[in-house]
């Protein structure tokens, strides 16, 4: 789990400091080896259902994500903040806390997730135009909204 951790840092500061920022490259990357792990989860024993509703499958992907080990779900909470807007809130038993609390002690709050990636992976597969922001501060629950058309 280590070396996944570093991996999660490096390419959040590698991006920092090619772009200046740790969060354009890096979500794009998660997106994508979300779609990966989508693919190959069945191989693992779990099963993903369809859904068309947003929130839907946002508590599918939870129960996935629980079923694999990554998330707890006491640990997280959803709520939709408008017509389009999803907040998530949590992620202080994340198993890749440490790299994205340490990003934002050396100031980029804001970066990609690799937990939501695969999540926002199943919203554009639903056809979604989505947009998406993580903000971590040390010591408290990530802030992730996630807006979709």
Known sequence: MEILKSIIYGLGKAEAKIIGEPNVFSKLAYEEAGRWWLEKMGAHGLLRKEFSDPMKAFQEYINLMEGAGFFQKDDITVEKAG????????????????????????????????????????????????????????GNPCKIKVEYT
């Open 83 to 138: 017509e389009n807007i999803i907040i998530i809130t949590g992620g202080m038993k994340c198993p890749f806390r440490d790299a994205c609390e340490r990003l934002a002690k050396e100031g980029f709050p804001e970066h990609g997730c690799p937990m939501i990636g695969p999540f926002i992976r199943i919203l554009k597969d639903m056809g979604l135009s989505v947009g998406y922001t993580v903000q971590t501060n040390v």
